[in-house]
């Protein structure tokens, strides 16, 4: 699983994604500041589909099925495999008709050493931002639109937003020896690919939701102070050894 990505340099991730789609994207909104420990139910930019092209949204990292919608106790799903999103009720129809992009830096996995739990940080080379391959559902607003084909209703409290997840795929080998999965990263050249609400060809979509090649990504060993999630800031990236006085593991 993929449950933790660094989106600490927001304005160069998104710049890279408006480039790839020679689009200009609406500017970043005051609450997409930089976050170092991007986790689980945190609203997070993503670009979907919109009716006039390419849209900057915020959605929140946890897509809930649309049966989940009426519950008390949605269940969120951060992650789709992606060898099995193209058949399971809760992604097929978010992965033919809702595919977007979701801006990163980088992500972290965590390596099982004894009873530790060492997180890794893992980039492209040079740091390069690249897209997460994710998928969404509507929010309770959007979907009443989408089934009602009403205007829009003015939002109300406990009202849902977008929801996505990310997906993921087997690991290549720099990913290998730290977990059993990685997400699907999409570089300049396969973002325009991505992005749609249109099915995709099943040949395009598994050449897409393939690993990115080892020898485009580089990783190395971060302080546990990322390991909660609530902590945040530079520190997530110190070195191991480096002093953590709000160390509080999680």
């Not at 949204?57 to 099925?65: E, F, K, Q």
């Not at 519950?71 to 193209?86: D, I, S």
């Not at 040079?126 to 959007?142: C, L, N, R």
């Not at 302080?223 to 593991?249: F, I, K, M, T, W």
Request: glycine share 6%; charged share 25%; with cysteine.
């Amino acid at each position: 699983m993929c449950v933790r990505y660094t989106f600490h340099r927001p304005d160069e991730a998104l710049a890279k994604i408006a480039a790839a789609l020679a689009r200009k994207l609406a500017p970043l909104p005051e609450w997409a500041r930089p976050r170092f420990n991007v986790t689980l139910t945190h609203v997070m930019p993503a670009v979907a589909a919109g009716t006039d092209g390419p849209e900057l949204r915020g959605m929140v990292w946890g897509l809930v099925p649309f049966y989940e919608r009426s519950k008390p106790q949605r269940r969120m799903l951060p992650n789709a495999k992606a060898e099995t999103a193209t058949t399971l009720s809760a992604f097929k129809q978010s992965v033919a008709t809702r595919r977007c992009l979701v801006p990163a830096n980088g992500f972290y996995e965590w390596q099982a050493v004894g009873k530790l739990k060492l997180p890794h940080l893992f980039t492209l080379r040079d740091e390069e931002p690249f897209a997460f391959a994710g998928i969404w559902e509507p929010g309770e607003e959007e979907a009443e639109v989408e089934q009602e084909g009403t205007e829009r209703k003015e939002g109300r409290a406990g009202s849902m937003p977008g929801s996505f997840a990310i997906l993921t795929t087997t690991p290549n080998d720099l990913v290998a020896p730290i977990h059993n999965r990685m997400p699907v990263i999409l570089t300049a050249d396969a973002m325009r690919r991505w992005l749609g609400s249109d099915p995709l060809p099943e040949e395009e979509y598994r050449s897409l939701t393939a690993p990115l090649p080892a020898d485009r990504m580089q990783a190395r060993p971060v302080s546990r102070y990322v390991s909660n999630s609530r902590n945040d800031g530079p520190q997530c990236h110190a070195a191991p050894d480096a002093p953590s006085p709000e160390l509080a593991l999680g």
